[in-house]
């Protein structure tokens, strides 16, 4: 019972773990529906450019004095920032991203901590 | 150096006293009816919110020691101290998909540590044992090397002497062990207020007195000319991506970021956190540059002490008050990780060895006691090895423990996607890759750059000369990148072997869906073994749970 409160998919709303079968169809439904999104592909060029060292192991463009090491790869800072951000926007649960601050919460003091 | 600089002093002081009166009173802080328990005491009652768990994981995984270490590599070493920047940037992706992942099945499951979850999934107390022992073990020195951060901050001030640090310690200990995972939590909030405000004061001011970042820049080219001057050497390449990507692997398998990140209240508040996170290394890859300051300024250590540049660095530069701030962020900034460390290391003492070891009946209550005394065993225990041992020690066990904390990679990160392994081979991979890891880095010298004389014959760094792999190049490659690889194929091979064998491989007690549950999941609820139900899933008792919970 309790299973069907928390996903549309047919397969899934059945309150049984099933046969095999069953479950590897809840499997795929469910990584689709949940938890895979091909927009997590995006956090992987923030995995692997600044991995790359012979990109940004040179001295110039120089800019304000810094060599390019250094600020370029500070830069890539706000390549994380980005591809998070934007992963976090396409995947988040609600849809309303302060939802969960105008929900009714446990208690008085989860919100005194924000 | 020598004498007290007093106005340093007191304003030091003055903060650490702010935070102690914080530590205790955050007991009262988002005040739960019941504080023993170990939702309570040792993950803050699991409800942090976005702003919190900013503070909270931003203060715990960008430690005092961080901030004294990265620029005095910087200092010493060079370009290659500034590895630190991309190893804090492909921390957040990866902790993206990951941790996620990990936050779910333990909201569900009411798990409390890392090794709560191997336990179940593997369905092997053994292999629980294992990451436990392994979290544990790689986390004290991580503990002790905050102590360095005090330490380096006092000896700038002019304070010799253990008590000073002994004192502070003790102090911490008695508000972590009644505040529990809140007492960081409120302190964070000092600390990196503190931190920011003097990264962004040193950042204006130092450079506007030195005469320009390309003095700065010039300064540094000069001192490691005859080098690669401010980049990486050709050979240094490998070994700083390789250590980037390795470090950031281990420091998200580290118990104290699984605690931190543990506490929060939903998926969507660590998903946030991984965008906003990030300032932090702007901030590390900013302070990175103290250490060339330094050098631009003809800085000298303390007692030659390479750990003490920064500190010594700010007392050149700022007027005194300020430097007595910048002295409170640095040690302010040992507290919350020291804290959140020894709770969780008393955490998976609690969990996984004391209950499934010696109490399997043990209460709630018992655990949350179990734990906080566990976690005034932890700190002594630092305290008794920077004290009695040379300093020296912790750092090569640091360097130990990123490399050992890798191998926890297979069972738990691995694990939360893929049950393909068998348990037993997993563990064969574990002993393996931490074979091969030890026998790597005990075969690695410390050679002195100038020189060439060798300073230590072993356990000397974690830069692995391919050479004794048999490739012919000079290029080297971190340690702990080879030892998981090699648990990796253990791993592999043994599972192909063992499940030839027909080995039995035991029942997982985690469901699928558990990987994707957010807070207000109604399961969490309905499941008879949620973390309302005070008996969490599978991990106790060791039979396999209901497999029909859904009639």
């Known amino acids: ?114 | 150096m020598d004498g007290i600089k007093t106005t340093e002093l007191v304003i030091f002081v003055f903060f650490f006293l702010v935070v102690t009166v914080m530590g205790f009173y955050a007991a009262r802080w988002r005040r739960p009816t019941d504080l023993m328990h170990l939702d309570e005491w040792g993950l803050g009652g699991r409800k942090f919110g976005s702003w919190v768990t900013w503070f909270l994981v931003g203060g715990d995984l960008y430690t005092a020691y961080t901030f004294v270490a990265v620029p005095a590599l910087m200092f010493g070493a060079g370009a290659a101290g500034f590895f630190a920047v991309p190893y804090t940037i492909i921390l957040y992706p990866i902790f993206f998909l990951i941790l996620i992942r990990l936050w779910s099945v333990s909201h569900v499951r009411g798990y409390v540590t890392p090794a709560d979850f191997v336990r179940a999934r593997w369905d092997s107390p053994t292999l629980a044992l294992l990451i436990a022992i392994t979290g544990i073990v790689a986390t004290m020195p991580y503990i002790a090397l905050q102590l360095i951060g005090i330490e380096a901050v006092l000896k700038t001030m002019g304070v010799k002497g253990e008590i000073p640090i002994v004192v502070a310690f003790i102090i911490l200990a008695l508000y972590t062990y009644s505040s529990g995972l809140r007492a960081p939590a409120l302190i964070a909030f000092v600390k990196d207020t503190l931190i920011y405000l003097t990264i962004i004061v040193a950042v204006i001011v130092i450079p506007s007195k030195l005469g320009g970042w390309d003095v700065i820049f010039g300064a540094a080219e000069e001192k490691f000319g005859s080098g690669a001057g401010v980049l990486l050497p050709a050979t240094g390449q490998l070994q700083y991506a390789t250590l980037a990507l390795g470090s950031a692997l281990a420091l998200f398998l580290y118990p104290h970021s699984i605690t931190a990140v543990l506490a929060s209240k939903n998926r969507d508040v660590i998903k946030r956190n991984m965008s906003a996170l990030p300032a932090y290394s702007l901030a590390l890859g900013l302070l990175a540059l103290l250490g060339f300051m330094a050098i631009a300024a003809g800085t000298t250590p303390v007692d030659g002490d390479n750990n003490t540049i920064v500190p010594a660095l700010m007392d050149q530069m700022f007027p005194d008050w300020f430097a007595g701030v910048a002295f409170a962020a640095i040690g302010i900034g040992a507290l919350v990780p020291a804290a959140i460390m020894s709770i969780a290391a008393a955490n998976l003492f609690t969990r996984n060895i004391y209950k499934e070891y010696f109490r399997k009946d043990a209460s709630s209550r018992d655990e949350a006691r179990v734990a906080k005394i566990a976690s005034l065993v932890v700190k002594l225990g630092a305290l008794a090895v920077i004290i009695f041992i040379d300093p020296q020690f912790s750092i090569d066990l640091q360097l130990i423990g990123g490399v050992i904390i890798l191998q926890t990679m297979p069972a738990l990160a691995i694990g939360l996607f893929t049950r393909w392994f068998h348990p037993w081979a997993l563990i064969a991979g574990w002993v393996g890759g931490m074979g091969v890891g030890m026998l790597m880095l005990y075969n690695i010298a410390r050679i002195d750059p100038a020189t060439g004389e060798v300073i230590r014959a072993h356990f000397g760094g974690s830069a692995f000369a391919l050479t004794k792999l048999g490739f012919d190049t000079p290029a080297t490659i971190y340690t702990g990148f080879v030892a998981i690889g090699v648990n990796l194929l253990v791993a592999v091979i043994a599972t192909f072997l063992l499940r030839a064998m027909k080995q039995p491989e035991g029942t997982d007690t985690t469901r699928l869906e558990d990987y994707f549950a957010d807070e207000d999941d109604p399961r969490v609820h309905d499941l008879p073994l949620d973390v309302g139900d005070r008996e969490p899933a599978g991990d106790a008792g060791g039979r396999p749970r209901d497999p029909n919970p859904g009639t």
Do not use: C, H
């Open chain 1, 1 to 114: 019972m309790v299973d069907r409160s928390i996903s549309e998919s047919p397969a899934s709303s059945r309150g049984d773990t099933g046969s095999p079968d069953q479950t590897r169809q809840r499997k795929s439904d469910r990584q689709q529906g949940n938890d895979r999104s091909a927009w997590n592909w995006l956090l992987l060029p923030a995995i692997v450019i600044p991995l790359l060292v012979p990109l940004y192991n040179r001295i110039e463009p120089t800019l304000f004095g810094w060599p390019f090491f250094y600020w370029g790869q500070l830069a890539f800072i706000a390549l994380g920032v980005a591809t998070t951000s934007v992963v976090y926007q396409k995947t988040k649960t609600r849809k309303d991203p302060d939802a969960d601050r105008s929900r009714p919460s446990t208690g008085a003091a989860d919100r005194k901590g924000r």
